[in-house]
Protein backbone atom coordinates (compact mmCIF):
# COMPACT_ATOMS: atom_id res chain seq x y z
CA UNK A 1 0.00 0.00 0.00
CA UNK A 2 1.31 3.54 -1.14
CA UNK A 3 0.39 6.60 1.05
CA UNK A 4 3.31 8.87 -0.32
CA UNK A 5 1.07 11.30 -2.27
CA UNK A 6 3.30 12.78 -5.48
CA UNK A 7 1.80 14.85 -8.11
CA UNK A 8 2.61 13.12 -11.29
CA UNK A 9 6.34 13.74 -12.99
CA UNK A 10 4.56 15.96 -15.95
CA UNK A 11 3.75 18.80 -12.98
CA UNK A 12 7.45 19.50 -12.69
CA UNK A 13 7.97 20.80 -16.32
CA UNK A 14 4.51 22.62 -15.44
CA UNK A 15 5.86 23.98 -12.55
CA UNK A 16 9.19 25.02 -14.31
CA UNK A 17 6.98 26.84 -16.83
CA UNK A 18 5.03 28.75 -14.04
CA UNK A 19 8.38 29.89 -12.27
CA UNK A 20 9.27 31.16 -16.18
CA UNK A 21 6.18 32.81 -17.14
CA UNK A 22 6.42 35.30 -14.61
CA UNK A 23 9.77 36.15 -15.00
CA UNK A 24 9.57 36.49 -18.39
CA UNK A 25 6.94 38.88 -17.94
CA UNK A 26 8.85 40.92 -16.16
CA UNK A 27 11.77 40.90 -18.37
CA UNK A 28 9.58 42.20 -20.99
CA UNK A 29 7.98 44.84 -18.68
CA UNK A 30 11.12 45.98 -18.01
CA UNK A 31 12.48 46.18 -22.06
CA UNK A 32 9.40 47.53 -23.32
CA UNK A 33 9.43 50.02 -21.17
CA UNK A 34 5.86 49.36 -20.52
CA UNK A 35 3.89 52.13 -18.40
CA UNK A 36 1.34 50.83 -15.91
CA UNK A 37 -0.69 52.24 -13.06
CA UNK A 38 0.37 51.02 -9.26
CA UNK A 39 -2.60 48.70 -9.41
CA UNK A 40 -1.56 46.84 -12.18
CA UNK A 41 1.94 46.63 -10.91
CA UNK A 42 0.79 45.43 -7.48
CA UNK A 43 -1.70 42.76 -9.59
CA UNK A 44 1.04 41.89 -11.74
CA UNK A 45 3.71 41.37 -8.67
CA UNK A 46 0.91 39.54 -6.90
CA UNK A 47 0.07 36.77 -9.10
CA UNK A 48 4.00 36.86 -10.14
CA UNK A 49 4.98 35.75 -6.90
CA UNK A 50 1.62 33.21 -6.27
CA UNK A 51 2.60 31.59 -9.64
CA UNK A 52 6.48 31.24 -8.56
CA UNK A 53 5.30 29.58 -5.31
CA UNK A 54 3.05 27.13 -7.39
CA UNK A 55 5.92 26.29 -9.47
CA UNK A 56 8.13 25.44 -7.24
CA UNK A 57 5.46 23.94 -4.86
CA UNK A 58 5.10 21.36 -7.79
CA UNK A 59 8.94 21.08 -8.22
CA UNK A 60 9.45 19.47 -5.38
CA UNK A 61 6.07 17.37 -5.03
CA UNK A 62 6.25 15.81 -8.60
CA UNK A 63 7.37 12.25 -9.04
CA UNK A 64 11.23 12.02 -10.15
CA UNK A 65 12.67 8.89 -11.76
CA UNK A 66 14.56 7.73 -8.64
CA UNK A 67 11.06 8.31 -6.53
CA UNK A 68 10.86 5.93 -3.35
CA UNK A 69 10.41 5.76 -0.09
CA UNK A 70 14.30 7.55 0.72
CA UNK A 71 13.51 9.89 -1.05
CA UNK A 72 9.38 11.04 0.69
CA UNK A 73 11.78 10.36 3.63
CA UNK A 74 14.18 13.35 3.20
CA UNK A 75 11.69 15.57 1.57
CA UNK A 76 9.44 14.92 4.83
CA UNK A 77 12.86 15.83 6.71
CA UNK A 78 13.54 18.93 4.50
CA UNK A 79 9.71 20.15 5.32
CA UNK A 80 10.38 20.46 8.58
CA UNK A 81 13.99 22.14 8.78
CA UNK A 82 12.57 24.46 6.44
CA UNK A 83 9.68 25.22 9.08
CA UNK A 84 11.69 26.04 11.51
CA UNK A 85 14.00 28.04 9.08
CA UNK A 86 11.03 30.10 8.85
CA UNK A 87 10.03 30.42 12.00
CA UNK A 88 13.92 32.04 12.42
CA UNK A 89 13.21 34.08 9.51
CA UNK A 90 10.51 35.49 10.98
CA UNK A 91 12.05 36.04 14.26
CA UNK A 92 15.59 37.66 12.61
CA UNK A 93 14.05 39.36 9.64
CA UNK A 94 12.47 42.47 11.02
CA UNK A 95 15.26 42.29 13.36
CA UNK A 96 17.97 42.77 10.72
CA UNK A 97 15.66 45.30 9.17
CA UNK A 98 14.92 47.29 12.11
CA UNK A 99 18.65 47.42 13.36
CA UNK A 100 20.78 47.09 10.41
CA UNK A 101 18.31 49.11 7.82
CA UNK A 102 17.10 51.25 10.78
CA UNK A 103 13.75 50.68 8.50
CA UNK A 104 10.40 50.29 10.52
CA UNK A 105 9.09 47.14 11.74
CA UNK A 106 6.37 45.61 9.23
CA UNK A 107 4.53 42.45 9.55
CA UNK A 108 6.20 39.74 7.44
CA UNK A 109 3.77 38.75 4.34
CA UNK A 110 2.65 35.20 4.25
CA UNK A 111 3.76 35.15 0.44
CA UNK A 112 7.46 36.44 1.18
CA UNK A 113 7.57 33.54 4.02
CA UNK A 114 6.04 30.76 1.62
CA UNK A 115 8.87 31.83 -0.83
CA UNK A 116 11.31 31.05 1.52
CA UNK A 117 10.29 28.06 2.91
CA UNK A 118 9.79 26.87 -0.87
CA UNK A 119 13.30 27.97 -2.23
CA UNK A 120 14.91 26.66 0.62
CA UNK A 121 13.05 22.97 0.40
CA UNK A 122 14.44 23.26 -3.26
CA UNK A 123 17.52 23.66 -2.86
CA UNK A 124 17.92 21.60 -0.19
CA UNK A 125 16.14 19.03 -1.96
CA UNK A 126 18.02 18.98 -4.60
CA UNK A 127 21.64 19.09 -2.85
CA UNK A 128 20.41 16.00 -1.05
CA UNK A 129 19.92 14.01 -4.39
CA UNK A 130 23.00 15.16 -6.59
CA UNK A 131 24.25 14.03 -3.22
CA UNK A 132 23.45 10.76 -3.47
CA UNK A 133 23.94 10.16 -6.93
CA UNK A 134 27.81 11.71 -5.61
CA UNK A 135 28.33 9.07 -3.13
CA UNK A 136 27.05 6.46 -5.51
CA UNK A 137 29.39 6.99 -7.76
CA UNK A 138 31.94 6.88 -5.73
CA UNK A 139 31.21 3.58 -4.82
CA UNK A 140 31.31 2.32 -8.08
CA UNK A 141 34.86 3.48 -8.87
CA UNK B 1 21.14 -0.95 12.39
CA UNK B 2 23.44 -3.34 11.54
CA UNK B 3 22.44 -5.11 8.45
CA UNK B 4 24.09 -7.87 6.12
CA UNK B 5 22.95 -7.01 2.92
CA UNK B 6 26.08 -6.59 1.15
CA UNK B 7 27.18 -10.13 2.42
CA UNK B 8 23.44 -11.53 1.45
CA UNK B 9 23.79 -9.34 -1.89
CA UNK B 10 27.35 -11.47 -2.43
CA UNK B 11 25.81 -14.71 -1.93
CA UNK B 12 22.85 -14.61 -4.15
CA UNK B 13 25.25 -13.27 -6.90
CA UNK B 14 23.07 -9.64 -6.78
CA UNK B 15 23.97 -6.30 -7.77
CA UNK B 16 22.89 -3.56 -5.94
CA UNK B 17 20.98 -2.72 -9.09
CA UNK B 18 19.36 -6.07 -9.46
CA UNK B 19 18.23 -6.00 -5.36
CA UNK B 20 16.92 -1.84 -6.29
CA UNK B 21 14.83 -3.63 -9.11
CA UNK B 22 13.67 -6.25 -7.25
CA UNK B 23 12.42 -4.68 -3.95
CA UNK B 24 11.23 -1.21 -6.03
CA UNK B 25 13.24 1.32 -5.18
CA UNK B 26 16.56 2.99 -6.26
CA UNK B 27 19.87 2.12 -6.44
CA UNK B 28 21.08 4.93 -3.65
CA UNK B 29 18.17 3.76 -1.33
CA UNK B 30 19.90 0.22 -1.35
CA UNK B 31 23.52 1.68 -1.46
CA UNK B 32 22.38 4.10 1.82
CA UNK B 33 20.91 1.41 3.63
CA UNK B 34 24.24 -0.92 2.85
CA UNK B 35 26.14 2.32 4.41
CA UNK B 36 23.71 2.91 7.14
CA UNK B 37 22.77 6.17 6.22
CA UNK B 38 19.25 5.09 6.14
CA UNK B 39 17.20 2.83 7.80
CA UNK B 40 14.42 1.25 5.34
CA UNK B 41 10.55 1.10 6.46
CA UNK B 42 9.00 -2.17 7.69
CA UNK B 43 7.62 -3.12 4.29
CA UNK B 44 10.95 -2.90 2.45
CA UNK B 45 13.19 -4.50 4.84
CA UNK B 46 10.42 -7.76 4.61
CA UNK B 47 10.48 -7.53 0.60
CA UNK B 48 14.65 -7.50 0.92
CA UNK B 49 14.27 -10.06 3.52
CA UNK B 50 11.88 -12.01 0.89
CA UNK B 51 14.10 -11.76 -1.59
CA UNK B 52 17.00 -13.42 0.09
CA UNK B 53 14.66 -15.92 1.76
CA UNK B 54 16.14 -15.38 5.56
CA UNK B 55 14.30 -13.81 8.71
CA UNK B 56 14.07 -10.21 9.42
CA UNK B 57 16.35 -10.86 12.47
CA UNK B 58 19.25 -12.08 10.74
CA UNK B 59 19.28 -9.40 8.06
CA UNK B 60 19.31 -6.29 10.41
CA UNK B 61 20.29 -5.75 13.73
CA UNK B 62 20.13 -3.45 16.52
CA UNK B 63 23.25 -1.74 17.93
CA UNK B 64 23.99 -0.57 21.36
CA UNK B 65 22.76 2.97 20.55
CA UNK B 66 19.86 2.21 18.85
Do not use: W
Not at chain 1, 61 to 84: A, G
Not at chain 1, 90 to 97: G, K, M, N, Q, V
Amino acid sequence: MNTNFLFPAKFKTFGICLIAVPILVAVLLKLLNVDVTVDIKTLVKTLSQALICLGMFFMIYSKYKDDDEMLYMIRLQITVQSLFMAIIYLIISPLIDFFIFKDEINPQSAIKIIMFVLIFQNILFHYKRYQLKKELNEELH
Amino acid sequence: MKNYIKIERARHNLTQGDLAEKVGVSRQTINSIETKKYIPSAVLALKIAKIFNIPLNSLFELEEHD
